[in-house]
């Protein structure tokens, strides 16, 4: 996939050290100061979230740091905008889960209480 040359926000895409990161466990390659949306749509990662209520996946929308649909988890911090987010060798990125890392099945009674969408009301008349 090719790179966005210059951002909106953000301006001339640096083309510098090629530097490591971890995108769920799995070593990536990018350029040290990209956002890291950028690095993650090079390695052919599109989708950096679910939402907490229908479990939809989302990703890259505005690209301006503006709405909340590249929000991930990095070095153990939720919701950080990866579109605006500098990429640093050794980051640590993880998909997000309504509002952490764990996938909703491991998450237990979190995801089960979140969800509160029509596939819970219509279990509930069943």
Excluded: W
């Amino acid at each position: 996939m090719d790179r966005i040359q210059n951002h909106p926000i953000l301006g001339e895409s640096p083309v510098g050290k090629s530097v490591t990161f971890t995108y769920d466990g799995r070593e990536l390659t990018g350029y040290e100061g990209e956002p890291i949306a950028m690095a993650l749509k090079v390695n052919g990662i599109m989708i950096h979230r679910y939402t907490a209520k229908r479990h939809e996946p989302r990703g890259i929308f505005c690209d301006i740091g503006r709405c909340t649909d590249c929000v991930m988890v990095v070095d153990g911090q939720p919701n950080v905008r990866t579109c605006i987010t500098p990429l640093r060798a050794g980051m640590k990125v993880e998909m997000q889960y309504g509002a952490g890392a764990k996938p909703f099945d491991e998450a237990g009674a979190d995801a089960s209480a979140e969800s509160t969408g029509k596939d819970a009301r219509e279990e509930k008349r069943s």
